[in-house]
C-alpha cells in the first residue's frame, strides 16, 4: 500500500489539531520551518488535505516560509487515521513590549499592537 496515496498528509492549525485527536495514541515532534517545506515538497497536491481554514496560517506558509503557494483540497477531519502524518502550523501571538507608531507616505499613522510567531510539528497517530 502506498502511503501517499491511502493516507494524505494532513495539514492542521491550533484549533484543528484538538479535534483531530479524538482517540488513538500519537507521536508530536517540533519541526524547523524548513524541514515542514521539504516534507511538503515530497508530497503531490492530490495527497495532501488542508483541514483549517485560516488565512493567516496560509499567508505565514507562503509568504514567510517560502513555500511555494499550491491549491490544497479542504477537507474538515474529526479522526487521523492509524499510521496518517500531519504537519500543524501553530501560531502564537503575543501582545507587542514596545509600541511604535510609524508613519506612511500618505501620512497615515500606524501602531505595532501584536508580535505573531509560527512554528511546526509533527504529528503521527501510531495506534
Known amino acids: 500500500m502506498d502511503k501517499f496515496k491511502e ?3 494532513l495539514l492542521l492549525d491550533n ?10 495514541v500519537f ?3 517540533n ?5 515542514a517545506g521539504h516534507i511538503l515538497d515530497a508530497y503531490d497536491d492530490a495527497h495532501i488535505l488542508k483541514c483549517f481554514s485560516n488565512r493567516e496560517i496560509e499567508t505565514v506558509m507562503y509568504d514567510y516560509l517560502g513555500i511555494r503557494k499550491r491549491d490544497f ?6 479522526n487521523i ?3 496518517q502524518d ?7 501571538i503575543t501582545p507587542s513590549e514596545t509600541q511604535p507608531v510609524i508613519h506612511a507616505d500618505d501620512g497615515v499613522e500606524a501602531k505595532k499592537i501584536q508580535n505573531v510567531y509560527v512554528y511546526c510539528q509533527y504529528l503521527t ?3
Open 73 to 78: 483540497a479542504y477537507k474538515r477531519i474529526r
Open 7 to 9: 493516507l494524505p498528509l
Open 81 to 83: 487515521r492509524t499510521g
Open 27 to 29: 507521536k508530536c515532534y
Open 31 to 35: 519541526m524547523s520551518l524548513s524541514d
Open 86 to 92: 500531519a504537519i500543524v502550523f501553530k501560531l502564537y
Open 125 to 127: 497517530r501510531i495506534s
Open 15 to 24: 484549533s484543528s489539531m484538538m479535534s483531530v485527536l479524538n482517540e488513538g
